[in-house]
């Protein structure tokens, strides 16, 4: 991936992320200090991860949330029914979904022919952690998002450059 495709891809996921939080009544606001290059999410417990491929882009986008964050998404997406428990496949799956939804937006922003996303990988545990691959050409970003009542949901961006 390029590094103005990366760049490119950068934008619209994050803002992606922002647009689909606020179509399912979900405020999330970007905190710019604290963006890192690497990978620091802490407090996760719950993540999805998808692979972008094709089109000049080799990478991942991982949604990761804490606790509130994650309960903020099963609430809006469950419309209340589905309590937020991370032993439940089904309230594991608003995160899946939240993944799909975001990335999907941010491929049509981009408007980028033949990319494709791998389906979502869901990773639960306490504090999880995502492991950077370790190579000279690969770039890591992790951009943390607030949500308004509480949580903070992280995009983890890895991509080949």
Do not use: W
Request: glycine content about 12%.
């Amino acid at each position: 991936m390029t590094p103005e495709l990366l760049s490119k891809f950068l934008n619209a996921n994050g803002a992606s992320l922002i647009s689909v939080s606020q179509s399912l009544g979900v405020v999330a606001k970007i905190q710019k200090s604290r963006i890192v290059r690497g990978v620091d999410a802490p407090g996760s417990c719950v993540a999805a991860l998808v692979g972008v491929v094709g089109g000049g882009m080799h990478g991942t986008s991982c949604i990761m949330a804490d606790k509130e964050a994650f309960a903020a998404y099963v609430g809006a997406m469950g419309g209340g029914m589905i309590a937020p428990n991370l032993d439940d496949s089904v309230a594991l799956s608003v995160v899946g979904e939240l993944a799909n939804m975001v990335n999907g937006q941010t491929l049509i922003k981009m408007n980028v022919d033949g990319v494709d996303l791998t389906p979502p990988q869901l990773i639960t545990g306490e504090n999880i952690r995502a492991v950077p691959m370790e190579r000279k050409n690969t770039k890591n970003m992790t951009i943390p998002f607030s949500l308004e009542g509480g949580g903070v949901v992280y995009l983890v961006i890895s991509a080949e450059v």
